[in-house]
């Protein structure tokens, strides 16, 4: 706090001295003293252009050193296939734009410092060129068209149809946790309704289609290095977003509107451990749509696995009906009594 508190009188004592020197220059002014509001002005030319010089010289060098020193954080390990075009296209935008952002920046500055007020100088009068709009105008359209294209034609191969061999895993948000749900041998998802929502049966689905009888719900989201891995996403109340940053995987998980991310996992969670020198490293699924009080423990344990050791992962796998013999009861009955419903009204038109 007390450091704090010195910055601050520190800056208040230099925006007080501002003040007053302009103070000083306009009374000039009122006074008719042009001569001395001249020389006024001359010196607050000369240190504002060397400020702003000064500005751009330790400004850059600030930012050269914070992208240094952030780099690491920036870049984290990359573990997908299509990761790899996600990065290309960002520094080559990144790269592009970097460089008219230097050039201009640089030139604002020192243009600023070369052209500050002089009494022995007038400003040269340029109205128009149309050569130089043309150039100015048509340079920028080309780069941003090429831009667009590529980052058009990057993310139609992203979002092109999953493969279908994929590994399909349904995500479900839900203030505050993630919950996964696999389709057992069949390969295929039972149906869910929000209507069968309870605190047991969390996905709401439904235990009368027969797809649903091996359906899963491990507490970690496995998935086997090299194969194509169909995420079907969801929300089960408000907007959350999945976001696994090493598979370079963000998508929006909406109440209402399924969405859905397929993605090839290129590195397995041991291999990365060995690259990272972290044995406790762990992909993560995270939520990065600022979702409630609780938005902050959205986290769940992603795992890439070799495919050998994903089959022996799936063959330990229960279903989620075995293991909750009074949600099977339940719907037990629920299809006997419809079954006894159905009996009933195929006698009621025979006797018809």
């Given at each position: 706090m007390?450091?704090?508190a010195?910055?601050?009188?520190?800056?208040?004592?230099?925006?007080?001295?501002?003040?007053?020197?302009?103070?000083?220059?306009?009374?000039?002014?009122?006074r008719?003293s042009?001569?001395?509001?001249?020389?006024?002005?001359?010196?607050?030319?000369?240190?504002?252009?060397?400020?702003?010089?000064?500005?751009?010289?330790?400004?850059?060098?600030?930012?050269?050193?914070?992208?240094?020193?952030?780099?690491?954080?920036?870049?984290?390990?990359?573990?997908?296939?299509?990761?790899?075009?996600?990065d290309?296209?960002?520094?080559?935008?990144?790269?592009?734009?970097?460089?008219?952002?230097?050039?201009?920046q640089?030139?604002?500055?020192?243009y600023?410092?070369?052209?500050?007020?002089?009494?022995?100088?007038?400003?040269?009068?340029?109205?128009?060129?149309?050569?130089l709009?043309?150039?100015?105008?048509?340079?920028?359209?080309?780069?941003?068209?090429?831009?667009?294209?590529?980052?058009?034609?990057?993310?139609?191969?992203?979002?092109?149809?999953?493969?279908?061999?994929?590994?399909?895993?349904?995500?479900?948000?839900?203030?505050?946790?993630?919950?996964?749900?696999?389709?057992?041998?069949d390969?295929?998802?039972?149906?869910?309704?929000?209507?069968?929502?309870?605190?047991?049966n969390?996905?709401?689905?439904?235990?009368?289609?027969?797809?649903?009888?091996?359906?899963?719900?491990?507490?970690?989201?496995?998935v086997?290095?090299?194969?194509?891995?169909?995420?079907?996403?969801?929300?089960?109340d408000v907007?959350?977003?999945?976001?696994?940053?090493?598979?370079?995987?963000?998508?929006?998980?909406?109440?209402?509107?399924?969405?859905?991310?397929?993605?090839v996992?290129t590195?397995?969670?041991?291999?990365?451990?060995?690259?990272?020198?972290?044995?406790?490293?762990?992909?993560e699924?995270?939520?990065?749509?600022?979702?409630?009080?609780?938005?902050?423990?959205?986290?769940?344990?992603?795992?890439?696995?070799?495919p050998?050791?994903?089959?022996?992962?799936?063959?330990?796998?229960?279903?989620?009906?075995?293991?909750?013999?009074?949600?099977?009861?339940?719907?037990?009955?629920?299809?006997q009594?419809?079954?006894?419903?159905?009996?009933?009204?195929e006698?009621?038109?025979?006797?018809?």
């Amino acid at each position: 706090m007390i450091t704090i508190a010195i910055g601050l009188s520190l800056i208040l004592l230099l925006v007080i001295l501002f003040l007053l020197f302009r103070i000083g220059t306009l009374a000039s002014i009122f006074r008719g003293s042009t001569q001395r509001a001249a020389g006024t002005t001359k010196t607050s030319n000369r240190v504002n252009s060397t400020l702003l010089l000064l500005f751009l010289i330790l400004g850059g060098a600030a930012f050269v050193w914070s992208f240094a020193d952030s780099w690491d954080d920036m870049n984290q390990p990359l573990a997908s296939v299509h990761g790899e075009w996600t990065d290309s296209l960002f520094w080559t935008t990144m790269i592009i734009i970097g460089i008219v952002f230097v050039i201009t920046q640089v030139l604002l500055f020192f243009y600023s410092f070369k052209y500050q007020h002089k009494d022995n100088k007038r400003a040269y009068y340029y109205p128009h060129n149309n050569k130089l709009e043309i150039v100015w105008t048509m340079i920028p359209a080309v780069v941003m068209a090429i831009l667009v294209f590529a980052g058009w034609k990057t993310w139609t191969k992203i979002t092109s149809a999953a493969p279908e061999d994929a590994v399909v895993v349904e995500v479900m948000g839900k203030q505050f946790n993630w919950m996964v749900r696999y389709p057992g041998p069949d390969g295929k998802l039972g149906s869910a309704k929000y209507t069968l929502i309870d605190a047991t049966n969390e996905f709401g689905v439904d235990f009368s289609d027969p797809n649903s009888k091996d359906d899963f719900m491990p507490r970690e989201l496995h998935v086997p290095k090299g194969k194509p891995v169909l995420l079907k996403i969801r929300s089960r109340d408000v907007i959350h977003s999945v976001f696994m940053p090493h598979f370079r995987l963000k998508m929006d998980a909406v109440p209402g509107m399924p969405t859905k991310f397929w993605f090839v996992p290129t590195k397995t969670t041991a291999e990365m451990q060995n690259e990272t020198g972290n044995p406790d490293f762990k992909y993560e699924l995270a939520c990065t749509e600022i979702c409630g009080r609780g938005h902050f423990a959205m986290r769940f344990i992603v795992v890439v696995d070799e495919p050998e050791d994903y089959e022996a992962w799936l063959a330990t796998q229960q279903p989620f009906i075995e293991q909750n013999p009074d949600l099977m009861a339940k719907f037990t009955n629920k299809a006997q009594a419809s079954l006894e419903v159905e009996k009933k009204s195929e006698t009621t038109e025979v006797v018809k």
